[in-house]
């Protein structure tokens, strides 16, 4: 396993971060490349109402203090600990990495920037708004699963993509949460995302889980075919399986540490 944060400096952790992914990346984009080039568009979905806003925000996590980024640029692609803070996320280690595509060419965008942020392992987000139910029971095990904010968790984070279009992040996996205890409506683990790229309008989708080895991943297929957002967007079928991502142990061993995903977003110029 590499050294915690508290053994690093956070240069050489990017560095290292930067040179594990790299090697994930190459693999992978190796054998998909243009290739694996998705003919539709990958499905808009909602921006939904946690998008880290200025001020909106529970604890304000920025990385960079540059006053002229918004928050939610501020911060890094590495999610799984925070810039001056002792100590890990909570959670599932995962790394996604891809291209962002253009879906009338085929080819690569570079410089687009990609922002990403989800709920903290627990399910809870940090916003203000996300103020409802702090506990609720397993929709299993009846198992009390209480809402926590993670000081240790990044929430957000940005990454530009290069000249080959390739992105990377690291971060956990999401919590599910309640949207209707009464109804049985659950939101299942998740990641936002809204990617700005030159010359295209902003695009705003989500990202879903798949793999034997994520911890939930029995109950979140069972709640992906009624999650509000996937039904809100009229996604079919075939759309639904366009946004869902597998992960899975590194078949090239390099990666010890979280399980890897690939995805490449096909966007409209």
């Known amino acids: 396993m590499p050294p915690t944060p508290e053994h690093l400096s956070r240069r050489k ?3 290292r971060s930067a040179g594990i992914v790299g090697v994930i990346m190459s ?12 003919a539709e568009p990958t499905p808009i979905q909602a921006l939904g109402p946690f998008f880290p806003d200025e001020g909106d925000e529970v604890d304000a996590i920025r990385e960079n203090s540059d006053p002229s980024l918004p928050i939610s640029e501020a ?17 599932q280690l995962i790394y996604l990495s891809g291209q962002v595509l253009d879906a009338k060419s085929g080819q690569p965008i ?13 399910g809870r987000y940090n916003h203000k708004g996300d103020d409802g139910v702090y506990s609720f029971p397993h929709p299993k095990t009846g ?6 904010h993670d000081e240790h968790f990044q929430y957000w984070g940005k990454s530009v993509t ?17 949207i209707d205890l009464q109804a049985k409506l659950y939101r299942p683990s998740h990641l936002h995302f809204k990617i700005i790229a030159p010359n295209s309008s902003t695009f705003v989708t989500q990202l879903y889980f798949r793999g034997d080895n994520i911890s939930n991943n029995v109950l979140n297929q069972e709640l992906l075919p009624n999650d509000v957002v996937i039904v809100d ?16 142990p590194d078949p090239s061993g390099k990666i ?3 399980l890897v995903g690939h995805y490449n977003f096909v966007i409209p110029s």
Do not use: C
């Not at 693999?27 to 998705?38: I, M, Q, V, W, Y």
């Not at 570079?110 to 627990?122: N, Q, Y």
């Not at 290069?162 to 309640?178: A, C, D, H, L, M």
């Open 13 to 15: 952790i990017l560095k």
């Open 162 to 178: 290069n000249k080959q279009g390739e992105y990377w992040f690291k971060t956990i996996v999401p919590g599910f949460y309640p």
């Open 75 to 91: 911060n890094d692609q590495d999610l799984t600990f925070v810039k001056g803070r002792k100590g890990k996320a909570l959670g």
């Open 256 to 258: 010890t540490d979280g």
């Open 143 to 148: 198992k009390i699963i209480e809402r926590i």
């Open 110 to 122: 570079p410089h687009a920037v990609l922002i990403m942020w989800s709920a903290s392992a627990s």
């Open 27 to 38: 693999g992978l984009f190796t054998h998909h490349g243009l290739a694996a080039f998705l």
């Open 233 to 248: 967007a009229g996604l079919t079928p075939e759309e639904q399986k366009r946004v869902i991502v597998d992960y899975a």
